[in-house]
């Protein structure tokens, strides 16, 4: 430590001048940045109905949406009408919502265990959700009842890692037995999963939960969007609410308490809220992996770990980067590529780089 | 403010680390607390903060029950400073000493430009206001240690626990670092804070409590560090010499012997 009567040491004041960011210019830079991130979602949301089969101009969508919303006659073909708003809104919204969710999951997940590399599957909430649905798919339900198991289930598998683990620790500081729960409880269900494989007809049910594993939008139509949209905004509130707390449940349980945190009341709330939106999101879009993992790591590069801007920022930027990923993942390839393909291969080696770029920020 | 332990038993679900402990601590008082490892010092500490229910007798702050209090109404009165750690994330020192406000501020609510200021002061009283801008996980470990006090502050707290301040701090730094938290406590603050040096208790104390094999003892710091005392805590000879500072004024130090 160097108090200013201290033998003075240049290093210091170099480092003192280097990092010399007012919080009043931090404070205007991350708001911009949080503009900036939600100015791109918007362009990219635009874009998205210009790109793949049944494109839509730009300047014809604009008339589509200015028509639409002072009740003008349709310019355009029934065809254009159907794409438009069966196919074309619903899928680009509950990109948006998909990737929001998983994101803000992942920060939150991230921020509770103090740990950045920690994401979405880390409390069984991935793997449950994915048998809930396996099972659902295996005895050939309906999509609603596909999501409802996913999501029960997803709540079970965190249940069951949240008590198991408190049963173990006491109610004393659990964060590593409530990690080393959850990965016993994801192989668990995991295990489960593979059960569910294998007793299904390889002719149609096999293809078809391997598929819906991988990933994809392409089946989305209009009541998708009230289905991801409820419990995302359900999900999602609670978190942002209670988003300046969260900062101190990075410092660990106990010292979170002695700043006056409920920690008990905090963790409860965020578990759930966290496990909704990946529960949710994994009954629509399938298993897509890495947005829980990177994207917190990207909003937290742009404006600093303060949750205050991190999970807005990792909202904004979670819809943006998995928009921007299935409008890929329709336009590359005549055939749709599935999501969890495309998150990876682009992903991982982001990953990489940001383990080099970042690593003096987590050791 | 007075924080009062009275007849209490402190451990965890089946064993009871220490047994009918009473003591208390007054505002501007400091209270060092000497042991070996493992005979329940953090024990003791989680115990007041609250982390740990007390298997007997009861703790009182001006005389009121403390078992009943929210979280936020102990960080209130009750700042702590543990052990010297980071986080895993890159916080800038503002922020780290803001978290002191959360307290304070409504369950929906992040930091105004009032709280700010308060942060702002408490770096300022511990001459650290050139480390406001700078990442916490990036300044030295005693530079952390005046952090994480100043966050402490910034609770605006009446009473400081301390758990082992000076660990992993160089000489020159724990010497400096006990020097402040002395300021606070002759400010009006009461200091609790536990030390492995009998000489830290001697240079800062206004009063030692003793815990070892044979049980709790309390007093001032020349009745409790005798050579006897020393030799039946730790299980070493230590001799303890008096001399003169640059003032005139008398302190005591403990050597540690050879043979």
Known sequence: MRFPNAVNDESVQNKAVAANVPPKVKLIRSRLVLVILFIILVVIFFWSFTVGRYAIPLPELLTVFFRKMFGLSATWSATMETVLFNIRIPRIIVALIIGAALAASGAAYQGLFRNPMVSPDILGASAGAGFGAAMAILYSADALTIQLAAFVFGIIAVMLTYFISRLIAKGNNSVLVLVLTGMVVTSLFAAFISLAKYTADPNNKLPEISFWFMGGLASITAKNISRSLIPFVIGIIPMLLFRYKL???????EEAQSLGVDTKKIRFIFIICATLLTASAVATGGMIGWVGLIIPHLARMLVGPNYKFMLPASVLLGGAYLLLIDDLSRTIFAVEIPLSILTAIIGAPFFIYLLFKGKDSWT | MILEIKDASFGYSKRTVLRNISFE???????????????????????????????DGE???????????????????????????????????????????????????????????????????????????????????????????????????????????????????QVRVLLQIKKLSEEGIGVVMTSHFPNHAFLCSSKVALLNKNGFEIGTADDIITETNMRETYGINVRITRLADNHGVDIKSCVPLAN
Not at chain 2, 29 to 55: D, M, Q, W
Request: hydrophobic residues 40%; contains cysteine; neutral net charge.
């Open chain 1, 247 to 253: 900062n101190a449940l990075s410092f660990g349980e």
């Open chain 2, 25 to 55: 601590v007054g505002t501007s008082e400091f209270l060092c607390l000497l042991g070996p490892n493992g005979v329940g010092k953090t024990t003791l500490f989680k115990s007041i903060l609250g982390f740990i229910a007390l298997k």
């Open chain 2, 59 to 173: 703790i009182n702050l001006d005389g009121q029950n403390i078992k009943k209090w929210s979280r936020s109404c102990l960080a209130k009165v009750i700042g702590y400073v543990p052990q010297a750690h980071t986080t895993p994330f890159p916080y800038t020192v503002m922020d780290v000493v803001l978290m002191g406000r959360i307290a304070h501020l409504g369950s929906f609510s992040s930091p105004s430009r009032d709280d700010v200021k308060i942060a702002e002061e408490s770096l300022e009283r511990l001459g650290i206001s050139f480390l406001k801008y700078m990442t916490y996980t990036e300044i030295s470990g005693g530079e952390r240690q005046m952090v994480i006090i100043a966050r402490a502050l910034t609770q605006r707290p009446q009473i400081l626990i301390l758990d082992e301040p000076t660990s992993n701090l160089d000489y020159g730094n």
